[in-house]
């Protein structure tokens, strides 16, 4: 709970609001931990350090429980928190897309515009991906929907779970979006027309040729909200660290999907259809506190689920998700991401392969930056969100 350098030890806090508690984790070799109201203070070897817990945080002395030392972590211990901050209403990208506003759409690696000065008439939320596997659910008759798709008009703008369907016919700023590549069809065999027929041509970023999207048809292109900033065209953009951004956009969509949906089961899928994660959501009320001491601090990889911005004061503190995570890369856990497949519980979020795997790698520095004790539930491994 940022101290200032030269702590005897580093603390790590983790405060759910739902249960009003905390977990205190205190590594080094403190000699005496007192727990004040406001403030923690650690006396060690004749040094006295004391760190102030965010403001609307308040503890309760007098219910400290569970004192215990684990090989590896340092002191945990429990306690009760009397107040904690409201978290704030969360971000979508759903609400600030407004219709008759004028956007522009950079690509979030580089800062190149992608979609220069675009109005939309119409911004509309599409239906979850696997919405058509129900339809004979709602439907008694033969499915009405059947070889129906949604495509956008001139001015519309669809928004799914990870991306944006635009109309790219009649646009006067055609030519400044990104150069579609159809090189995956280069390598795909005429025998496999089933393999061909799924291909989409990939979006790519003209000056950094990251992929941004594919197109669905000869009049719509898909963007990934994990390789956009869309920002009002009288704004600016302001460049954000990739990993930061794509821990943010996740889990935007994580908390939006579980709270509309009551979904709290996730497939991690690539555009070219293969599973990269599984990912089993515990809860989204908690708030993380740490030292400038502990390691996650000096990381570039800041802990996932930074759904909001850390607060400028003093102490370190910012809201979270927690997650549990399974990789399925290179056929690891086959059986499970099979059973989690067929299983209409789960919903699957599909994002550029080089994406997911970026996400991985995030996941799994988060996963070290926490104390070992704290890093597996089961045969999953967690992430402090």
């Known amino acids: 709970l940022p101290a200032r350098a030269g702590m005897a030890a580093a603390f790590l806090?983790?405060?759910?609001?739902?249960?009003?508690?905390?977990?205190l984790v205190l590594s080094g070799a403190p000699v005496e931990v007192s727990v004040c109201a406001d403030s923690l203070e650690v006396r060690s070897g004749g040094n006295c350090d004391a760190a102030a817990l965010p403001a609307g945080v308040s503890l309760a002395p007098s219910s400290c429980r569970g004192l215990r030392r684990l090989r590896g972590d340092g002191l945990h211990l429990r306690i009760l928190i009397y107040f904690l901050p409201s978290i704030d209403v969360v971000f979508t990208l759903r609400e600030s897309l407004k219709p008759n506003k004028n956007y522009i759409f950079y690509c979030q690696s580089c800062g190149d515009i992608v979609v220069n000065d675009r109005k939309f008439l119409r911004v509309l939320p599409l239906p979850s991906e696997n919405w058509s596997d129900l339809v004979e659910e709602w439907c008694c008759h033969p499915d009405p929907f059947a070889k129906r798709t949604l495509h956008p008009q001139h001015g519309d703008c669809f928004v799914g779970d990870t991306f944006l369907l635009l109309n790219s016919r009649n646009e006067s700023h055609v030519p400044?979006?990104?150069v579609?590549?159809?090189?995956a069809a280069h390598h795909v065999s005429q025998s496999d027309s089933n393999v061909k027929s799924k291909e989409n041509t990939r979006i790519i970023c003209k000056r950094c040729k990251t992929m941004l999207g594919e197109?669905?048809?000869?009049?719509?292109?898909k963007y990934y909200v994990t390789e956009v900033v869309?920002?009002?065209?009288?704004?600016?953009?302001s460049p954000t660290p990739r990993s930061q951004f794509v821990q943010s956009i996740v889990a935007q969509c994580l908390l939006e999907l579980s709270s509309a949906k009551s979904t709290f089961r996730f497939t991690i899928k690539g555009d070219n259809g293969k599973t990269y994660i599984l990912i089993w959501l515990l809860n989204s009320d908690t708030l993380l506190v740490e030292s400038s001491g502990s390691s996650s601090s000096h990381s570039d990889f800041t802990l996932f689920g930074d759904i909001l911005t850390p607060s400028s004061g003093p102490v370190g503190s910012w809201n979270a998700l927690k997650v549990l995570y399974q990789p399925c890369i290179q056929?690891?856990?086959?059986?499970?991401?099979?059973?989690?497949?067929?299983?209409?519980?789960?919903?699957?979020?599909?994002?550029?392969s080089e994406t997911c795997l970026e996400l991985l790698l995030i996941l799994g520095l988060s996963t070290t930056s926490l104390p070992p004790s704290l890093?597996?539930?089961n045969s999953f491994q967690l992430t402090a969100e």
């Open 230 to 237: 869309i920002q009002s065209a009288d704004g600016g953009f």
């Open 331 to 352: 056929c690891r856990n086959k059986e499970l991401s099979d059973a989690w497949e067929d299983d209409m519980g789960v919903h699957p979020l599909k994002f550029p």
């Open 180 to 183: 579609c590549c159809s090189e």
């Open 375 to 377: 890093r597996c539930m």
């Open 176 to 178: 400044e979006s990104p």
């Open 13 to 23: 806090m983790e405060i759910r609001r739902g249960t009003q508690s905390a977990l």
């Open 215 to 221: 197109t669905v048809s000869s009049g719509t292109i």
